[in-house]
């Protein structure tokens, strides 16, 4: 498995799926470990701090599952290597930390038929969604398109610690459904931290969505088509 961002949603992710004895485990972040973020980033200790994260992640997950083979790639995912990364895996884990990183993995996803594990968690508030290796619905279905104007900032709207790791483990367990072989592709599972209620909903395929509808138009990675907007999740 490929998993995209060792923040908040990936290190909790990262923890389930080594100690499930998935046999090869791919990281992909291009950050460094931050003081500010040891609350809810839970591979990391304060002797981390400056470390790139796929590299002290790695060195954690290796003493919690030695026998998990780790890859390290200390990059974004970009549209330069989406394709070639998503290639490598049989599933794509995405828990990014900007809404470019998370259509460009639907996207390369898509394109490679492989299915793909969204998740995203802010303020009190999270989502998990897995799309099937043909891709619909997507989640371009659910979300269109980059936000061009408007887009929520997550380091000021913030994210509280638990939530990414309750949402990590729903993303964890969706993922090892998939590879079960179980039906599990289309159900949007959110989550209230402030009520503590769950709900699972089925989403419907668009017709006009640009990735999986019936014109659809995104049959390559365009590098144009993806705004960068960072933020430290």
Same mark, same amino acid.
């Given at each position: 498995?490929?998993v995209?961002?060792?923040?908040g949603?990936?290190?909790p992710v990262?923890?389930?799926l080594?100690?499930a004895?998935?046999g090869?485990?791919?990281?992909?972040?291009?950050?460094?470990v931050?003081v500010s973020n040891?609350?809810r980033?839970i591979?990391f200790?304060?002797?981390d701090?400056g470390t790139?994260?796929?590299?002290a992640?790695?060195?954690?997950?290796?003493?919690?599952?030695?026998g998990?083979? &780790?890859?390290?790639?200390?990059?974004r995912?970009?549209?330069?290597?989406?394709?070639?990364l998503?290639l490598?895996y049989d599933?794509?884990?995405?828990g990014?930390?900007?809404f470019?990183?998370k259509?460009?993995a639907?996207?390369a996803?898509?394109?490679?038929?492989?299915?793909?594990v969204h998740a995203?968690?802010v303020?009190?508030?999270g989502?998990a969604?897995?799309?099937?290796?043909?891709g619909?619905p997507c989640?371009r279905?659910?979300?269109e398109?980059v936000?061009?104007?408007n887009?929520?900032n997550c380091?000021?709207?913030g994210? &509280?610690?638990p939530m990414?790791?309750? &949402?990590g483990?729903?993303q964890?367990d969706?993922?090892?459904?998939?590879?079960?072989?179980?039906?599990v592709?289309?159900t949007?599972?959110t989550?209230?931290g402030?009520t503590?209620?769950?709900?699972r909903?089925r &989403?419907?395929?668009r017709?006009?969505?640009e990735?999986?509808?019936?014109?659809n138009v995104i049959?390559?990675?365009d590098?144009a088509r993806y705004?960068?907007?960072?933020c430290?999740?």
């Amino acid at each position: 498995m490929l998993v995209v961002g060792t923040g908040g949603l990936g290190c909790p992710v990262a923890i389930a799926l080594a100690r499930a004895g998935v046999g090869t485990l791919g990281l992909a972040d291009d950050d460094d470990v931050d003081v500010s973020n040891l609350h809810r980033q839970i591979l990391f200790e304060r002797k981390d701090v400056g470390t790139p994260k796929t590299v002290a992640a790695a060195r954690a997950l290796r003493e919690l599952a030695p026998g998990v083979a &780790i890859e390290v790639h200390e990059t974004r995912l970009l549209p330069t290597n989406a394709v070639d990364l998503a290639l490598r895996y049989d599933l794509v884990v995405e828990g990014s930390d900007n809404f470019a990183t998370k259509f460009l993995a639907a996207d390369a996803a898509h394109l490679t038929k492989k299915p793909i594990v969204h998740a995203a968690a802010v303020r009190w508030h999270g989502t998990a969604l897995a799309v099937g290796p043909g891709g619909k619905p997507c989640y371009r279905c659910l979300f269109e398109d980059v936000p061009r104007e408007n887009a929520p900032n997550c380091a000021e709207a913030g994210v &509280i610690g638990p939530m990414v790791g309750v &949402i990590g483990a729903a993303q964890a367990d969706l993922a090892l459904s998939v590879l079960g072989g179980d039906d599990v592709f289309g159900t949007l599972f959110t989550f209230d931290g402030k009520t503590l209620a769950s709900r699972r909903r089925r &989403i419907a395929s668009r017709p006009s969505c640009e990735l999986c509808g019936e014109a659809n138009v995104i049959r390559s990675v365009d590098g144009a088509r993806y705004a960068p907007v960072a933020c430290d999740l």
